[in-house]
């Protein structure tokens, strides 16, 4: 008999982690975490999960421990993998706003440092250890780049160090803390990247390429809606008119000759301002629907 052919997927373990396994529960699979065990079920026989932190995850696609994972852009240059891991699809799903996360290098608000060339003989701390440094060194300053293990923007805020590169979104908890940002470093995606060999077997990137695609089904979902309503036939032109959709509206007739089923699918921040003009246009009974994938 002959052995099912399976697939090592790496999740994320952290803050990722609850919304990457509901991104894979909206895409088709149910994965199921155990808190005291690294490997969660899932209900498809041809995938292996293993639960490991974002930062190691690139390291671990570049040697072949992993056929793909999820991880950030940063840590994968953080590990120097970019020219060693294949980077198959950007998938953004972890975060409030439509804004990437930016590494940014950070001094408190009275501090002299006012660009990077500043920091020669400074003290830095950041988590981004690695490319901190190389970006020091590529602009030829020379400074202390030390780990930090957490709670980063307080080591500047006490006086631990003169500067900390740290990750931010909006940048409000360092305005709270009376931070500036002097410089941004870094834009940081998630990604979903797979190791090259893998990428060569035929069974394994078709694989790869249909969680790719249901993924990013799945994200493209979570922006549109589907809208379906009447409207009578000689307001139709009229409707038409102001009505987006992806290609073309279905339109159907109704039992009643007069009247016209309309549906279609639109982006989800417009049906705010859509809905009170389609129905200014003879629209009636406009039902919303979530989508589930857009392929």
Same mark, same amino acid.
């Given at each position: 008999?002959?052995?099912?052919?399976?697939?090592?997927?790496?999740?994320?373990?952290?803050?990722?982690?609850?919304?990457?396994?509901?991104?894979?529960?909206?895409?088709?699979?149910?994965?199921?975490?155990?808190?005291?065990?690294?490997?969660?079920?899932?209900?498809?026989?041809?995938?292996?999960?293993?639960?490991?932190?974002?930062?190691?995850?690139?390291?671990?696609?570049?040697?072949?421990?992993?056929?793909?994972?999820?991880?950030?852009?940063?840590?994968?240059?953080?590990?120097?993998?970019?020219?060693?891991?294949?980077?198959?699809?950007?998938?953004?799903?972890?975060?409030?706003?439509?804004?990437?996360?930016?590494?940014?290098?950070?001094?408190?608000?009275?501090?002299?440092?006012?660009?990077?060339?500043?920091?020669?003989?400074?003290?830095?701390?950041?988590?981004?250890?690695?490319?901190?440094?190389?970006?020091?060194?590529?602009?030829?300053?020379?400074?202390?780049?030390?780990?930090?293990?957490?709670?980063?923007?307080?080591?500047?805020?006490?006086?631990?160090?003169?500067?900390?590169?740290?990750?931010?979104?909006?940048?409000?908890?360092?305005?709270?803390?009376?931070?500036?940002?002097?410089?941004?470093?870094?834009?940081?995606?998630?990604?979903?990247?797979?190791?090259?060999? !893998?990428? /060569?077997?035929?069974?394994? $990137? =078709?694989? &790869?390429?249909?969680?790719?695609?249901? %993924? +990013?089904? *799945?994200?493209?979902?979570?922006?549109?809606?589907?809208?379906?309503?009447?409207?009578?036939?000689?307001?139709?032109?009229?409707?038409?008119?102001?009505?987006?959709?992806?290609?073309?509206?279905?339109?159907?007739?109704?039992?009643?000759?007069?009247?016209? !089923?309309? /549906?279609?699918?639109?982006? $989800? =921040?417009? &049906?705010?301002?859509?809905?009170?003009? %389609? +129905?200014? *246009?003879?629209?009636?009974?406009?039902?919303?629907?979530?989508?589930?994938?857009?392929?």
């Amino acid at each position: 008999m002959n052995a099912i052919p399976q697939l090592k997927l790496g999740i994320p373990k952290g803050s990722l982690e609850k919304a990457t396994v509901e991104l894979f529960a909206q895409a088709g699979w149910t994965i199921s975490i155990n808190s005291r065990n690294y490997f969660p079920a899932i209900d498809d026989p041809t995938l292996i999960c293993k639960l490991m932190r974002p930062q190691e995850m690139a390291m671990y696609v570049a040697d072949g421990t992993l056929d793909v994972a999820l991880t950030g852009w940063d840590w994968i240059i953080e590990r120097d993998c970019q020219d060693k891991v294949t980077d198959v699809a950007t998938l953004e799903y972890s975060k409030s706003s439509n804004k990437p996360c930016r590494w940014v290098l950070v001094a408190p608000e009275n501090s002299p440092i006012q660009g990077v060339q500043d920091l020669q003989g400074k003290r830095i701390a950041t988590e981004l250890q690695s490319f901190t440094r190389r970006y020091l060194e590529e602009r030829g300053v020379q400074a202390e780049v030390i780990f930090s293990w957490g709670a980063t923007e307080a080591k500047v805020v006490e006086g631990l160090v003169d500067a900390v590169v740290e990750i931010t979104e909006t940048g409000s908890t360092l305005r709270a803390h009376r931070l500036r940002i002097v410089e941004e470093l870094l834009e940081t995606r998630t990604k979903l990247i797979a190791n090259p060999k !893998a990428m /060569e077997d035929p069974w394994k $990137r =078709n694989k &790869v390429d249909q969680i790719a695609l249901l %993924l +990013k089904a *799945a994200l493209d979902a979570r922006h549109k809606v589907m809208l379906k309503m009447n409207v009578p036939a000689s307001r139709l032109d009229t409707l038409m008119a102001i009505l987006p959709s992806l290609t073309s509206p279905t339109v159907n007739p109704l039992l009643d000759h007069e009247w016209r !089923a309309v /549906e279609t699918v639109v982006d $989800r =921040n417009l &049906v705010r301002d859509l809905l009170p003009r %389609l +129905k200014e *246009a003879g629209a009636i009974g406009i039902l919303e629907f979530d989508l589930k994938k857009v392929v």
